[in-house]
């Protein structure tokens, strides 16, 4: 029996890797330094897999942003605009991640979307006709040869040739099949070099192949994979899908000659159905996913010996491994020194997923399975009781009818009432809602937490931001303000911990992109409002201005989809019941004179199924509803926002027209204002404010820049729908960049607005 695992978190346990990194940004650490810390990481990494007693150990899953980044410029796939910097090569690489604005030049980074349905980002890399795509880079086998020099032969982990090229972005008349064969030798070759190394095994992530897949598609994997088998230089390879199955192309991999092929046995919902029924040759090794690699429960053994006596049934030879990388949970539990072990054991991060790993496969080598201490201890926990069920709001949901999802009067109608009551100018600016959470206010909401600080010395500080925050756009010239937020830690924690049934963490850190971690809280019980969340800091904003200040508020979709999730009930029914506190929230924020509520739903796409035929059945039919429930009981007069960024809304976007809003506004700049095409080709009603510049770059926008955008903007979205906004929330970014940047927003705005009413 041997075990496996995808991937691991590179961030390290305490997101050493974010600082260090962040502070070579500054400047503030050498080049030379930088490495060393991730060395470092990536060297504590070895060691725990090996100590766990992990047999096959991944190298090449560390990345200083971005995997699918990483692949880009392994293979040449590098836009021109960044090499012709003139930067060194770690500074190209983060030029394409994050942008650049300094002596050597001005570009903008890389497009930046969901990795599918998780709330990791990765980087876009863009394929122009006369990209030379060749092995270039040396990532793989530095980081193979790392191990190897302290004692661990690993199997080098690389995205797969199929899922670099459907992602990738196409700049001019070539399609992904013209770069086919130049990137299967790019894969020859370094299958060769990694041979050479002494290399056994290499995986090549493909989870492309659980999307719905054209018969193109499947030509294309076909073509990629017989070249490159054909020419596998002695090394193993390992096909490694996850985030659901294979059933479009299962018989053309099967038929491969890959030497394993890593199935997803949590999220693929006919992945034992397909093994059942098809042969699964028995000359190939089954890396069979059965320990969740985005969630942080335990493995449920008696479940997951299912699965595997049914493999055994069938003969097949496997290995048991996660779902997908442990990149999506937290690092360690035992850094969680205030979660009751009450809670605790109910959990385990990717180091206690790599010892769920070392236990299943001591019973499965035990002669009596059932009967070991370790089965015998899990099946018990899963028997316990566990705390936080709330009938009254079970009920509550059980008793919604059709016209709680439903807001009166028509969408039309609230708009002509809205225009009246407002009279905001055309093309009205605002921001997303978040300005920047300098150093000082991190160091002061931390100093409170501790009880360093008194509330009331908390709270003074608080009205004085967001004074200075009033100020500020009032200043600059804003029509529509916010509070800036700077009482938040984060836009799903900060509600949870005003919602009973969630529980929260101190270490547990996720990378959503690059040096930016999140750390989404856990729904443990029933939901419910325990208190109001945001009234009190957006009264008193709004007490400050004679101007609208928005109300900001979290999803329950986004809420939830940014959390780790219950596994006891269904999703719906856990949306519906955070639908309903964040309604008494808004009803809450009506009553006290906040007539403009944002209700962000950064999240929505996350969880959408990733094949479309499950789109409706499992995902949509509750999560627009979910959003209704939210904001159907408010005036008419009262304008309701929402805010959706990094994902791909293309096909959803009359689904998103039907979640009734007011207003929406979209991250657009990052991916050249596609959306636009759509939004007109798809007759939207909803006003809209897609980002006019890119706030995850350390970049300036000019007026310029943004005057160029807004025309392009004007070509598909009628004037009178038009908002103007930057593209997420501020506060990653410093004042030294927000100021000038929301300065050059404004004045774009009014000269369009000038130009356009001559």
């Not at 560390?62 to 293979?75: N, P, V």
């Not at 028509?410 to 905001?424: D, H, M, P």
């Not at 008419?636 to 506004?665: G, K, L, R």
């Not at 970014?733 to 369009?752: D, F, H, M, Q, Y």
Request: with cysteine.
């Amino acid at each position: 029996m041997k075990t496996s695992i995808i991937g691991y978190p590179r961030i390290g346990s305490l997101r050493e890797l974010k600082f260090a990194s962040e502070k070579y940004f500054k400047g503030e650490l050498s080049e030379a330094e930088l490495q060393n810390t991730a060395k470092e990481l990536r060297l504590k990494n070895l060691k725990e897999q090996k100590e766990s007693g992990l047999d096959f150990i991944p190298s090449n899953d560390f990345s200083f942003y971005d995997g699918m980044l990483d692949t880009a410029f392994l293979l040449n796939a590098v836009s021109k605009r960044y090499k012709e910097l003139g930067l060194s090569e770690l500074d190209e690489y983060f030029a394409a991640a994050r942008g650049y604005q300094g002596e050597n030049g001005d570009v903008k980074a890389l497009a930046m979307k969901k990795w599918f349905n998780t709330n990791y980002h990765y980087m876009v890399p863009e394929i122009d006709d006369d990209t030379e795509i060749k092995l270039l880079g040396s990532k793989p086998f530095e980081l193979f040869k790392e191990a190897l020099a302290n004692g661990i032969k690993t199997k080098s982990v690389l995205i797969g040739p199929f899922t670099f090229l459907e992602l990738a972005r196409y700049t001019g008349k070539k399609t992904k099949e013209d770069f086919a064969e130049a990137t299967a030798n790019a894969y020859i070759d370094i299958i060769a070099k990694l041979s050479e190394l002494g290399a056994e095994w290499v995986q090549l992530d493909e989870p492309y192949l659980v999307k719905d897949l054209s018969q193109e598609d499947i030509a294309l994997f076909r073509a990629l994979y017989q070249k490159i088998l054909e020419n596998k230089k002695g090394i193993k390879v390992i096909l490694q899908t996850y985030f659901g199955d294979i059933r479009d192309c299962y018989n053309e991999a099967t038929a491969l000659d890959f030497d394993g092929i890593g199935l997803d046995f949590v999220e693929g919902r006919k992945t034992l159905e397909l093994v059942k029924s098809n042969d699964f040759s028995k000359d190939k090794i089954l890396f069979a996913g059965i320990v969740n690699g985005k969630n942080i429960w335990k493995n449920h053994y008696t479940k997951s010996f299912e699965v595997l006596n049914e493999l055994k049934k069938q003969g097949i030879n496997f290995v048991v491994g996660t779902s997908c990388s442990l990149l999506h949970v937290p690092y360690t539990l035992e850094n969680e020194t205030k979660l009751s072990d009450d809670y605790k054991k109910y959990f385990a991060y990717a180091s206690e997923k790599l010892l769920e790993l070392a236990e299943i496969k001591k019973i499965i080598e035990s002669a009596n399975p059932f009967e070991t201490a370790e089965y015998k201890a899990n099946a018990e926990l899963f028997t316990q009781p566990r705390s936080g069920s709330n009938a009254e709001i079970r009920e509550k949901v059980q008793a919604l009818s059709t016209t709680d999802f439903t807001r009166f009067p028509t969408f039309a109608e609230r708009e002509k009432i809205q225009k009246e009551k407002f009279k905001l100018p055309l093309f009205p600016t605002t921001t997303i809602g978040s300005f920047p959470q300098t150093a000082e206010v991190r160091k002061i909401r931390a100093g409170f937490r501790k009880g360093e600080i008194s509330e009331t010395d908390y709270e003074s500080f608080l009205k004085e931001k967001i004074s200075n925050c009033i100020n500020l756009q009032e200043q600059i010239g804003m029509d529509v303000l916010v509070h800036g937020e700077f009482e938040r830690n984060d836009m799903v924690e900060y509600f949870g911990e005003c919602l009973d049934g969630y529980l929260f963490t101190e270490k547990a850190w996720v990378q959503s992109y690059g040096t930016r971690c999140v750390k989404p809280p856990i729904v443990w019980g029933d939901i419910s409002r325990a208190k109001s969340i945001t009234v009190k800091w957006s009264s008193y904003a709004q007490s400050l201005t004679e101007k609208p200040v928005k109300g900001m508020l979290t999803g329950p979709v986004t809420i939830l989809n940014w959390s780790f999730p219950r596994e006891d009930i269904s999703l719906k029914e856990s949306a519906y019941q955070i639908a309903l506190a964040i309604r008494e929230e808004v009803l809450d924020l009506e009553a006290n004179g906040i007539n403009i509520i944002q209700i962000d739903e950064a999240a929505l796409r996350e969880k959408l199924p990733l094949r479309r035929s499950d789109w409706n059945s499992e995902y949509l039919d509750w999560a627009i509803p979910a959003f209704r429930l939210v904001h159907s009981g408010v005036k008419p007069e009262t304008q309701i926002h929402t805010h959706m960024c990094y994902s791909e809304f293309a096909d959803i976007i009359e689904d998103i027209d039907n979640m009734d809003a007011d207003v929406i506004t979209f991250e657009a700049s990052r991916s050249d204002l596609t959306i636009l095409d759509v939004l007109k080709a798809k007759n939207f009603r909803t006003e809209v404010g897609p980002g006019v510049y890119d706030i995850h770059s350390p970049r300036i926008p000019t007026k310029e820049e943004i005057k160029s955008a807004l025309k392009k903007m004007l070509d598909r979205i009628p004037a009178e729908k038009l908002w103007v906004n930057p593209d997420c929330g501020l506060k990653t970014r410093g004042n030294e960049e927000t100021i000038p940047s929301l300065e050059n927003l404004v004045v774009a705005a009014k000269e369009v607005r000038n130009t356009y009413n001559e």
